[in-house]
């Protein structure tokens, strides 16, 4: 349900598709389709195994060499890793084992791998600036788990969403199983019955359930009301390097944006003994503190850096597709109080533009700020 309403609300079904695919495992096949649940329409996403139900259970370090072994970026692989190691944990308590020795049964499936790692790979092509979740509807009745048939939640539910408000008997069944509860334990930053959010988008994820109260998972995009889009959760790192190799720079800075930087930038500067060196810094979410420190520890030359807590304002921004005669290009606007004060092609779609008509991408430039100047 939650890929389903990840797709429902903008995630394009081919990149999850082979986003996916860098996994490097099969035995599964992805089915999308549009449907209707009690009149509600939104999309449907079922994780069909080839061979019927899989008997294999993997352990944590299986699934963290599944992951650490394939082509996704590390900001990805890391989310993806934190819920697994969360799911361990509570599994782990449940059955008074250790947490390297506890194997999965359920979630160790592909079906579940493909949920969670699909789950990472949805929120990064998103990048949410910020996830609030009502109180988490458990459900009610008997669940069958492994080990017997349960009370809902599973046991492994209920550890996972300690400290999280929950309610339960709005369904007759088990509404939160524990992958759905690990996605949103990881990933929630608050959990709320009342946010002031100005809705841009409602998507549905419809569930494979039936019941009088509709199974859909629905979730909304948007932003806080009465905010110029101010955070002030940023943080800044800077660091000073002389003695490396220039051209490890690219490499660095590629790793920091899959680790989820905002933005990394690079100034040249005079040090000591007149040596030629470069600022590092990088911009990201507080979040991702842990993440870049160690990037910055392990991929440069620096023994040390600063880092500093900073203010991000940011303008409202939204997207339009421009008509040229060369292809469809998006368009960022951005806006304030309302207003909409500048705009700006993106320029992935042009260089593509330019590559698949064989010409010059200046001729692509001339051709969408002429559109824009007219208001097209």
Request: glycine share 6%.
């Amino acid at each position: 349900m939650n890929l389903a309403a990840m797709i429902d609300l903008g995630v394009p079904e081919e990149f999850l598709r082979s986003e996916l695919a860098k996994l490097k495992i099969d035995g599964y096949t992805l089915e999308v389709s549009k449907g209707i649940k009690n009149g509600i329409s939104g999309t449907r996403v079922k994780v069909r195994l080839d061979h019927g139900p899989e008997q294999h259970h993997r352990n944590l370090k299986d699934i963290t060499n599944i992951i650490q072994g394939s082509e996704l970026s590390d900001h990805i692989k890391q989310n993806s890793l934190v819920m697994f190691k969360k799911l361990a944990e509570a599994e782990a308590k449940v059955h008074d084992k250790d947490i390297d020795t506890i194997h999965f049964h359920e979630v160790g499936a592909v079906d579940s791998i493909v949920d969670i790692v699909g789950a990472a790979i949805c929120f990064d092509n998103l990048k949410p600036e910020k996830i609030f979740s009502s109180s988490v509807e458990l459900g009610s009745g008997l669940v069958k788990c492994a080990h017997g048939t349960f009370p809902v939640p599973a046991p492994a539910t209920a550890e996972i969403l300690k400290g999280i408000p929950v309610k339960t008997g709005h369904q007759p069944f088990e509404a939160t199983t524990p992958t759905g509860a690990v996605i949103l334990a990881c990933n929630v930053d608050e959990f709320q019955e009342k946010t002031n959010l100005i809705i841009q988008k409602t998507a549905y994820g419809i569930g494979h359930k039936d019941s009088d109260v509709p199974n859909v998972l629905r979730i909304f995009s948007g932003e806080l009301s009465g905010a110029e889009n101010k955070e002030t959760q940023h943080r800044m790192f800077e660091c000073n390097i002389d003695d490396m190799n220039p051209e490890v720079l690219e490499y660095i800075m590629e790793k920091l944006f899959d680790a989820g930087a905002d933005d990394v930038f690079i100034t040249a500067m005079i040090m000591k003994k007149s040596r030629n060196a470069s600022k590092l810094c990088v911009l990201c979410h507080d979040s991702l503190k842990e993440a870049i420190s160690g990037i910055l520890i392990h991929e440069t030359s620096t023994l040390g850096f600063r880092s500093y807590a900073v203010e991000k304002t940011v303008l409202k921004r939204e997207f339009r597709e421009l008509k040229t005669k060369y292809g469809d290009v998006r368009i960022k606007m951005g806006y304030h109080n309302g207003e909409m004060i500048k705009q700006k092609a993106e320029y992935e779609d042009m260089v593509k533009i330019a590559h698949e008509n064989n010409i010059p991408l200046r001729e692509v430039y001339k051709e969408v700020d002429r559109l824009i100047d007219e208001g097209t």
